[in-house]
């Protein structure tokens, strides 16, 4: 093994910003995590700084209405790590990249930058839905300018966070398990790929140093992750002891339900509609540009999702 690249995170405080932290110090790197001063009064987001200092982390103060400050903390490391928000419901702010990629180019001396990306591959949504694709239209536009100014990356592709996607068996509206009645997207029969948070921060963090994985696409599809929604529910039904009464959408009346929604509901349910119905998770080969995780790295243990679900029963 070579010496192990020094790594800023940017976005440390976030769903998968913190695990990627926290995975960054577990492997061994020196680990660097930007302060905003934007954060102001938010104590939970302090102490989660704190906590990241405890573990070994080093904090850098910069802040993005201040572009040298962004200049002076990539310059301290080799590795750029950025999980900005890009969940509507949550916070979205994937265009604010630009101003750290702009940074990169700047100060010339990043070996690898990982954009916000962690979810669908936006390189194979340009037929996504209105007004969701405004997600990977984002995304896309962060690679080009990544791209243009030759800046070496890799861009992981992490499928579903199961947070999102498995604890509440694909449910809309709840992030916890139903135990009576669960709703089957169609026939409930396309594979999706389901992910633990940390293992997708594990992953993520494998990939920095690996030059199979530079200028590529890392695609996170651990073969027993790959489950049909009725296959999901089988596991959960195992572990409770029950059988749920099923019911089915059909497409059409699914696309219907769109209507009238808000905005942040429409971009989030048409991404399920891509997930769950199209099923653009696996309906592709992984092809030249792109690398899958289990296949880099057999030695990662990853959480199978019974496993997932076990604290919820
Ligand atoms: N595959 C999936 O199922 C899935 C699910 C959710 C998200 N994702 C993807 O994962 C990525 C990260 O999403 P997330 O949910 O982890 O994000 P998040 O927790 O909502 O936010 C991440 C961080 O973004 C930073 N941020 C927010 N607003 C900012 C602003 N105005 N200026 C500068 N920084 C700002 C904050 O960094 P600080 O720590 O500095 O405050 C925040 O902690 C996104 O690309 C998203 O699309 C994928």
Redesign the pocket.
Known sequence: MGIKSKVL??????????RIVRASIEQGHETY????P??GL?VE?VQ??VSFKKQGARLVEA??SDHQSLVDAVKLVDVVI??????HF?????L?QLKLVEAIKAAGNVKRFL??????DPALMGHALEPGRV?FDE?MTVRKAIEDANIPFTYIS????????ASNLAQMGTLFPPRDKVLLYGDGNVKVVL?D?DD?ATYTIKTIDDPRTLNKTVYLRPPENILSQRELIEKWEKLIGKQLDKSTMSEQDFLSSLKGLDFASQVGVG?FYHVFYEGCLTNFEIAEHGVEASELYPEVKYTRMDEYLQPYV
């Open positions: 995170v940017v976005g440390g405080t976030g769903y998968i910003g913190r995590v930007l302060q905003r934007d954060i938010d987001k989660m700084l802040s993005f950025c999980t900005m928000s890009g969940v949550r916070s979205h702010n994937i604010m954009p916000s990306e962690f979810g669908m997600t995304k992490a499928n579903c966070f199961a947070g999102y996607f992910m948070e997708v991404h």
